[in-house]
């Protein structure tokens, strides 16, 4: 049967729910526009839950309108590059909407990354303001004359607390790392101060679906990580795409803010779903098991997306036989394959089913979802099928163009109107990663009968790590640096609680000695913690192809062999 059923059929479309259109009647409306509607909707619906502090609505827009005058202030007119370095805190939610207010391009960057990380990112974009949190402050003062970096907005974990938290909160949060002392420095500001004197107005700025949005930066294989340009186009017709699949969600639902608003997938799939919907968001700034068991204890909240390695970490804390997670009646995972038994699990401690799907920084990110609903066919280890709007395939790993036949492993291309522009700076990556009108996304994948995809690998090597994307090339790039090193590879290896971790293979200089001690604190001022590795293997040679590329694929199969005895 799979001989008679082509890509082109879509034949998908046939386990699309009812009330779930093949292209959604698009609103011309970009992201800002959703924040007026819902704010005028519901002004004194909560908006952001953190900490039990409640910011309203109507409260939000206001921050928002306030933030953008001062950025206006600061010289940043439409086009102009601002960068937004926080965990997932009130401000991180005002300043992005702030930014798109002024036509001005947001560049959201990760709490993680090492000075060497943000110094490309900050430069590559070419940003001119940046904010971030008290604790990062000293690091990117520091920074900030290797950048064009001119303003730097500083907040706080303990800005918006709730009574009495907000009076303890100075009491022991130096104690606790949870607040440091900035020092002094010109055109250094204080976010409260800011929004506190500055009234919120500002100039009106027609926004089009064809002006750029963000600067969203993914990994690469060659060590340098590739800002994807995303429109205001792109990002509002893939919230209305995600909208589309769920037709018969309840406005007043509250939704788990764990997933990082940085990271691509929380951005869309939590903080700009929420706002076009109207839903509270329940800010969770450090996603851990008692954090997240908390957060559900507390607020009791409707709708979840989250990483496996949360879904896991869930289940594995002591407390989760005592927390009543009824309340969840619409769960979301992504960035890595589900264990059966786990989606099993979670299931029976709540009223909803989880939705597995599929998406990368390239498209927004969402492409693939689980068809969801009463009578519609979930297939477990299955990415899902293409969403509205969106088509899928997969062709010949070798010329990247020839359709292989259904049911057969090749590279999964997809096109849609979610999908970039390109990648900033990277006409040869942009001609690469968008041949022919399609984007390549690098994974190895099937599409079955059903039209469902599965994704067998990764062309890319990457390593995803409790939900992070971790790029091999990033890690070598480093031990290549060290003196006594001569050659470095990274794979990625089973690890039970983050689903993989980073191995590195080393090859020493002649007559040297090192330990794996040693070189995993190399890492500790290069590279973001969660891509330090777990294990070092030292070797006098690494197996390589006759043209001398190292071949990672013998190197994982011989970790899988040894770790399967």
Not at 87 to 92: F, R, S, Y
Not at 444 to 453: L, N, P, V
Not at 480 to 498: D, M, N
Request: a neutral charge; charged letters at 25%; one cysteine or more.
């Amino acid at each position: 049967m799979t001989q008679n059923v082509t890509y082109s059929d879509k034949p998908w479309l046939k386990h699309y729910q009812p009330g779930v259109p093949e292209v959604p009647k698009y609103e011309d409306l970009c992201l800002p526009d959703f924040l007026d509607r819902t704010a005028a909707r519901f002004p004194n619906k909560m908006a952001l839950n953190f900490q039990g502090f409640k910011l309203t609505y109507k409260q939000l827009k206001d921050m928002v309108g306030r933030f953008a005058a001062c950025l206006h202030g600061f010289g940043i007119r439409k086009g102009d590059a601002v960068a937004i370095l926080l965990p997932n805190v009130i401000p991180c939610v005002a300043a992005y909407y702030a930014i798109h207010r002024l036509g001005a391009i947001a560049v959201m960057n990760n709490p993680l990354y090492s000075d060497r990380e943000l110094h490309h990112q900050l430069n590559d974009s070419g940003s001119k303001v940046l904010i971030t949190v008290d604790l990062l402050a000293n690091r990117m003062i520091d920074l900030r004359p290797r950048t064009k970096v001119k303003q730097i907005v500083i907040t706080s974990i303990g800005d918006y607390l709730p009574f009495p938290k907000n009076l303890l909160f100075p009491l022991v949060a130096k104690k606790q790392g949870l607040a440091a002392v900035v020092k002094p420095a010109e055109e250094v500001y204080r976010w409260k101060d800011l929004i506190a004197k500055t009234p919120p107005q500002y100039p009106a700025v027609k926004l089009t679906f064809e002006d750029v949005a963000m600067y969203q930066y993914t990994g690469g294989t060659t060590g340098v990580s590739k800002g994807a340009i995303l429109t205001h186009g792109n990002l509002s017709k893939n919230v209305q795409q995600v909208a589309a699949w769920f037709p018969h969600v309840d406005h007043d639902n509250t939704t788990m803010g764990a997933l990082p608003f940085f990271h691509v997938f929380g951005l869309t799939g939590v903080m700009n779903l929420a706002v076009y919907y109207g839903w509270g968001i329940i800010m969770v700034p450090k996603p851990q098991p008692p954090q997240l068991i908390e957060a559900i204890k507390k607020t009791k909240p409707s709708f979840a997306a989250l990483v496996p390695t949360m879904y896991i970490g869930i289940l594995q804390h002591p407390e989760v036989g005592s927390v009543d997670m009824s309340s969840i009646d619409n769960m979301f995972s992504g960035s890595a394959p589900l264990p059966v038994e786990v989606i099993r699990e979670f299931e029976e401690r709540t009223k909803g089913i989880i939705v597995e799907g599929y998406g990368l920084t390239e498209s927004s990110p969402v492409t693939h979802i689980n068809p969801c609903g009463e009578g519609s066919l979930r297939k477990v280890g299955s990415i899902g099928i293409p969403i509205c709007d969106t088509e899928g395939r997969i062709v010949d790993l070798n010329d990247g163009k020839t359709d292989v036949p259904v049911g057969e492993t090749g590279e999964l291309l997809i096109r849609g109107p979610q999908v970039m522009r390109g990648y900033l700076n990277r006409p040869e990556a942009t001609a690469e990663a968008l041949a022919d009108g399609w984007l390549h996304t690098g994974d190895i994948a099937k599409m079955d009968e059903d039209g469902y995809f599965y994704i067998i690998d990764r062309k890319k090597d990457m390593v995803i790590s409790g939900g992070y994307n971790i790029y091999p090339r990033d890690i070598e790039e480093i031990y290549f640096e060290h003196p006594k090193v001569v050659e470095a590879t990274a794979i990625g290896i089973p690890h039970p609680t983050r689903g993989e971790s980073v191995k590195v293979f080393i090859v020493l200089k002649e007559d040297v000695t090192a330990t794996q001690e040693e070189m995993i604190a190399y890492c500790e001022d290069k590279l973001a913690k969660y891509k330090w590795p777990t294990e070092i293997e030292f070797r006098k040679e690494l197996p390589k192809t006759n043209v001398g590329k190292v071949l990672r694929k013998e190197l994982r199969d011989e970790e899988l062999k040894k770790r399967a005895k």
